[in-house]
């Protein structure tokens, strides 16, 4: 577990700091998709999952 969460730190800074600085390419791409690999494996993602639905919920019903 500690391996795990010391790896979705690192892939996490590394994920924003190609965003921050050189804008987002396609090795980075493949940075952030194994730091999103990684993120659903930790303690934190039934949290994240339940976020992610409670905002899909509370856009869909927005009403144009």
Do not use: E, R
């Amino acid at each position: 577990m500690i391996l795990s969460i010391s790896g979705v730190v690192l892939l996490g800074v590394v994920c924003f700091l190609f965003f921050k600085k050189d804008g987002l390419k396609a090795s980075h791409a493949l940075v952030c998709a194994l730091f999103g690999f990684y993120l659903a494996g930790t303690a934190i993602a039934p949290s994240i999952t339940a976020g992610g639905a409670s905002l899909a919920n509370m856009l869909g019903g927005i009403k144009f």
